[in-house]
């Protein structure tokens, strides 16, 4: 997913060297969506691994 993020991000930089601001807007607003629903399932799986790793012992 992250590897999407950084996609929308070269496409909107791009996008935005050629003057095309709306697809330029539109692919950078996707990039910063999929930035941050990749870190907050991070945080989730760090938290539920942390969780399981401590009941092992």
């Known amino acids: 997913m992250l590897r999407l993020a950084l996609f929308?991000?070269?496409v909107s930089i791009v996008a935005a060297v050629f003057g095309f601001?709306?697809?330029a807007a539109a692919s950078a607003d996707i990039a910063r969506i999929l930035f941050f629903v990749?870190?907050?399932?991070?945080v989730?799986?760090?938290v539920v691994?942390?969780?399981a790793?401590?009941?092992?012992?």
């Open 49 to 51: 691994g942390l969780m």
């Open 53 to 57: 790793g401590s009941t092992l012992w």
């Open 8 to 10: 929308f991000l070269v």
């Open 21 to 23: 601001g709306g697809i």
């Open 38 to 42: 990749t870190i907050v399932i991070f």
């Open 44 to 46: 989730v799986l760090l």
